[in-house]
């Protein structure tokens, strides 16, 4: 048979963790017993209100057709009520599309704006689904660099001696994944000044603001951010909650008719009981992430630990769910390196290269694991590299 897949399937590659998890799967049925520190996948449960809610929920027999497109009034209430508390910015109900996970967001805002060839301004490094999806869509992938010696922070002067015509959308992420380096007002304003001038619209994935950082912020908070911004945010990692696949976006109401048009063509909502668990979530304590911030604090100490184990050099100010350190040894890549622990100390950790060739030189370790399990990781690769 000569049955082809579309142009846009093989113009992308299995997403990484697909394939590398797979592949430590296998390791671990051969009993390995891999220490994981790949994936940003928050290992503690959600609040017991959150799970409380969602049994609750559940066992109402009246709460398992199917909802709102844009969600139930009282989820996007709670969004908007969680906005102000945190971030200082004032969000109408209309402003707000709750999603399946803010991941589902990039291709529901590309879908909406982005026709064929129309360019994309992708951070490197960078989260890999930007790309992806630019590229499914058949869009033009246009790479801006982030580099360390900028704070991982775009510069603004090469952005403007770049042609950046037919240029529709920008994708931005601070705190910054790999980096975590973090916003600012000023990288904001800078970014909102360049989207109205260029009419380019700023996209800007905001998922780790809670983790390890007392200032969160959104784009939003800039005076007129919302005429050419999207913000997406999710709570993932801020709730513990990566499987419940709850997200959301933020912009002007008529950005969000528009997505919400797309996105109704494509999914039926979620699972009224996931959002009223969703809703609860929202209403966590500020005890509730500070806790949570103190495990990770813990756990990031060993993290680092590893870091220097290994020969890398960190910046001790980034925040986020990840620790990200450079490679000292120019004679190994970061591939070979991760491939090196992971056979030799068994050990997975994420190499920098799959976020662009401004990540080749560099590592990441995830603080999703438990302390007891990173410090066995720390003593693994100690044991290995003194043999």
């Known amino acids: 048979m000569q049955i082809e897949p579309a142009e846009h399937i093989k113009a992308i590659s299995e997403y990484y963790f697909s394939v590398k998890l797979a592949e430590v799967a296998k390791l671990n049925a051969e009993g390995k017993d891999i220490v994981s520190l790949g994936v940003g996948s928050p290992d503690k449960p959600p609040s017991e209100q959150t799970i409380k809610a969602l049994n609750e929920s559940a066992n109402q027999t009246n709460n398992h057709g199917y909802q709102p497109y844009n969600g139930i009034p009282e989820l996007r209430d709670a969004f908007s009520k969680w906005y102000k508390n945190y971030y200082g910015v004032e969000l109408s109900t209309n402003e707000i599309l709750p999603l399946i996970g803010s991941k589902e967001g990039i291709l529901h805002i590309s ?3 982005l026709n064929y060839g129309d360019g994309v301004l992708v951070p490197n490094p960078g989260y890999p689904t930007y790309t992806s999806v630019s590229k499914l869509l058949r869009a033009k992938v246009i790479p801006y660099d982030l580099k360390e010696d900028d704070n991982w922070q775009p510069d603004f002067d090469a952005l403007e001696k770049m042609d950046l015509t037919g240029v529709k959308l920008m994708w931005v992420n601070y705190p910054n994944m790999p980096t975590g380096a973090n916003a600012s007002i000023e990288l904001f304003e800078k970014l909102v000044t360049f989207g109205k001038k260029h009419q380019i619209i700023i996209c800007h994935d905001n998922p780790y603001s809670f983790i390890l950082n007392s200032n969160p912020m959104s784009i939003l908070s800039i005076e007129g951010a919302k005429d ?10 801020s709730h513990n909650m ?25 999914d039926s909502g979620q699972f009224k009981p996931m959002q009223i668990a969703a809703v609860a979530a929202l209403s966590n304590p500020p005890e509730w992430y500070e806790n949570m911030n103190k495990i990770y604090a813990e756990r990031r100490i060993w993290a680092e630990k590893i870091m220097t184990i290994l020969g890398c050099t960190f910046d001790k100010s980034q925040v986020g769910l990840f620790v990200w350190g450079k490679i000292n040894d120019i004679e190994i890549s970061s591939e070979e390196l991760i491939n090196d622990i992971l056979y030799n100390a068994n050990v997975f950790i994420t190499p920098g290269f799959i976020f662009g060739s401004n990540g080749e030189r560099f590592i990441r370790i995830s603080l999703g694991a438990s302390t007891e399990r990173i410090k066995e990781a720390y003593n693994r690769i100690t044991r290995y590299k003194n043999k």
């Open 242 to 266: 990566p499987g419940w696949r709850i997200g959301m976006l933020a912009s002007n109401e008529q950005f969000v008719k528009w997505i919400l048009k797309e996105k109704s063509n494509i």
């Open 228 to 237: 050419i911004c999207i913000e997406l945010n999710s709570l993932s990692k």
């Open 111 to 113: 879908l909406t704006f």
